[in-house]
């Protein structure tokens, strides 16, 4: 699906709004690039009337203040967190890694949702609702933000629980990315549980 204008985006969601529905979940995920842990997909509805000041694409923002905001959108949105861990990126790819995140963040959620607006090019298969892809979607649209934000502090926290876990990979200095002291790492120690073993650097070392 191609990345759909503002008045194309405007036009669905106004369609939407003639159709009554109203619980329409932002949906965005973290993780495609590292090379360990999981995809980690969240999907938000936002209650009516509710404060978006500060919800933006996460990775403008600094560490405390989505740790903030992830705080306040649990406690006032309705969420779906869902985790696809190495393995499963490995059998599936990351891109059916990713979509299958997502669906599972949807399904996820304490209340079905009657319309999805997912982050990037694709809408998972699958659903009971109407979907609609738009890229750039964690940055025009405030519920991908805030999906986007959840998702961030949800890994970031998973990939700090993996350093104790494993130590000597820093896990919780660069989540699983193929930085320089990841890199060597993997040299010095090689695989643990965690890593993809269908990405290159550790593809070389199964």
Not at 1 to 19: I, N, S, V
Not at 78 to 98: C, F, K, M, S, W
Not at 121 to 127: A, E, H, N, R, S
Request: hydrophobic share 45%.
């Amino acid at each position: 699906m191609g990345k759909p204008g503002t008045d194309h985006l405007a036009d669905r969601l106004q369609q939407w709004r003639e159709q009554g529905l109203r619980l329409i979940a932002g949906v965005d995920e973290v993780g495609r690039g590292p090379l360990a842990g999981p995809v980690v997909a969240a999907a938000v509805i936002l209650p009516e009337g509710f404060d978006a000041t500060g919800i933006t694409d996460s990775k403008k923002l600094s560490a405390s203040r989505r740790e903030a905001l992830s705080a306040r959108l649990l406690r006032e949105a309705q969420v779906g967190i869902a985790y696809v861990p190495a393995p499963e990126i490995d059998r599936l790819n990351i891109h059916g890694a990713t979509l299958l995140a997502m669906a599972r963040a949807i399904a996820a959620l304490p209340q079905p949702p009657e319309a999805v607006l997912v982050d990037g090019k694709f809408v998972p298969g699958g659903l009971d609702c109407p979907g609609l892809a738009v890229i750039g979607g964690d940055a025009r649209v405030v519920a991908i933000g805030a999906a986007s934000i959840v998702a961030k502090v949800a890994r970031d926290r998973l990939m700090a629980a993996a350093s104790r876990h494993y130590p000597g990979y820093a896990f919780a200095g660069h989540a699983g990315y193929p930085t320089k002291a990841h890199r060597a790492a993997l040299a010095e120690r090689g695989l643990c549980p965690l890593h993809r073993l269908s990405y290159g650097p550790c593809r070389d070392l199964a």
